[in-house]
């Protein structure tokens, strides 16, 4: 066996493990941050900030006597309080007996309940924050599509193309295109257009109209590769044109959809140009479960490209709180299709295989490295929503088991007894592992 063969797979993996710890590393240390710095403006101090678990690599202690550390295995961290006896929580009873009463505010379990409450919860908000910070950034560093819609960048096309840089579209086929930014209505206005290879554009250049030959607006262009799809599998890249499919020439996106969701997840032969060059490719598309408008889902089958218009729009910088405003809504956005998507494999209406575990999210952390700074930095925040949502889950071990522990107690005036806090815990161990479990066998035996 040539073991020279192995460099390029053994490269890929250590690049995906990388972007996977980078990711990771990121979201885990502002989620121990939130705890952190909340817990010492509550007055609640923290003995331990660990960056990954197992033997230290590198430790300092700062002037308030808080051991801030690096541990050999980077899959996770910890703040370890006052008081606590492991750094998962729990209480030292012999520390604390040995406390004074002035002492014991300082501890986890010796503080009141807001200040308990609102340590354990910044640990999530943190992770929302950062998600809606790093989504108001490249808003505003990526802008948005400007009004009346503009070529800003003409992508490689093997297509006749008589636009340039800076034409203002005034019209299609004679229709007056609505605003870039309105799906619903943009969507319907594609819909109305002549289904043709080449179509007539009038365009404002140099202060007059004129009209111009360019493809179809969608054409079979991929836009993006999803990472572990079907089309990624098979090293399709973005800007790669599909122009044939099983022999039959095709021009526009929506053909492309059509043939793969009526191939019943039979082989496609597709003829794809690239830089000039045409490749010959097959590739076999996979089902999956899509969310509808009406928040279900529809079984269907995908190759896992995302199309695009033929041009690059231009782009104007949004304001401040355009920019905020808009990363609010893709936060929300991105917990209530994960609250959706995690209800319907409960019931039973999607399949469990949408659910990825540790081995599905480093592959996709590495072909997001792959694809761009600007591409990895937006799954670090996605990420970072989706754990931020999973730790509030009320499970017993995670920030959300805690706060229903500190919801009884605000409403009964007294804690959950040590032995129900002891059983509680052990059930929620077991169910965060099972998970971990499942989805690692989704990974590895899912399609």
């Keep these: 066996m040539d073991m020279t063969t192995l460099i390029p797979q053994f490269g890929g993996v250590l690049w995906t493990l990388l972007a996977f710890v980078v990711a990771l590393s990121v979201i885990v240390a502002i989620h121990e941050y939130g705890h952190y710095i909340v817990g010492r403006w509550s007055g609640i101090h923290a003995e331990v900030f660990s960056l990954g678990f197992g033997p230290v690599l590198f430790s300092r202690v700062d002037k308030r006597g808080t051991q801030w550390q690096f541990a050999l295995l980077p899959f996770g961290g910890y703040v370890k309080f006052k008081g606590d ?38 640990g999530p908000m943190f992770n929302f924050m950062l998600s809606i910070v790093v989504f108001t950034g490249i808003f505003l560093l990526r802008g948005v599509v400007s009004e009346p819609l503009t070529v800003g960048e003409l992508r490689p096309l093997p297509a006749v193309q008589e636009l340039q840089i800076g034409d203002e579209i005034a019209a299609i086929e004679g229709n007056v295109p609505p605003a870039f930014d309105d799906p619903v209505a943009f969507s319907s206005f594609l819909d109305n257009l002549p289904v043709q290879e080449q179509l007539t554009y009038t365009v404002l250049r140099d202060g007059s109209e004129r009209d111009v030959t360019g493809p179809y607006v969608y054409p079979p262009l991929a836009g993006q590769v999803v990472p572990r799809s079907a089309a990624s599998d098979i090293g399709m890249r973005a800007g790669d044109v599909i122009q044939s499919i099983n022999g039959t020439p095709i021009f526009a996106f929506d053909q492309l959809r059509q043939e793969v969701e009526t191939s019943e997840g039979a082989p496609l032969d597709l003829k794809v140009w690239r830089d000039g060059e045409v490749l010959a490719m097959t590739l076999t598309p996979r089902s999956t479960d899509e969310p509808q408008a009406d928040n279900s889902f529809r079984k269907v089958y995908r190759i896992g490209i995302a199309g695009g218009i033929f041009f690059e729009p231009a782009t104007v910088t949004p304001g401040p709180w355009d920019a905020l405003t808009a990363a609010v809504g893709q936060t929300g956005t991105i917990i209530e299709g994960s609250l959706s998507g995690l209800w319907h494999m409960v019931t039973g209406a999607i399949s469990t295989c949408n659910l990825s575990g540790p081995i599905g999210i480093a592959e996709t952390s590495g072909a997001m490295a792959s694809a761009g700074t600007a591409s990895f930095i937006w799954f670090i925040a996605v990420l970072s929503t989706a754990v931020g949502l999973l730790n509030l889950f009320p499970v017993p071990v995670l920030d959300g088991g805690h706060l229903c522990f500190f919801a009884f107690e605000a409403v009964s005036g007294r804690p959950p007894s040590d032995l129900a806090l002891k059983v509680l815990m052990s059930i929620g161990l077991t169910l965060v592992l099972g998970l971990m479990v499942f989805s690692l066998s989704n990974d590895i035996f899912c399609p």
């Design 85 to 122: 006896s492991n750094p998962s929580g729990g209480t030292d009873q012999a520390k604390m007996s040995a406390l004074s009463k002035e002492e014991r505010r300082s501890t986890m379990n010796g503080a009141p309940l807001w200040a308990r409450t609102a340590t354990v919860a910044a």
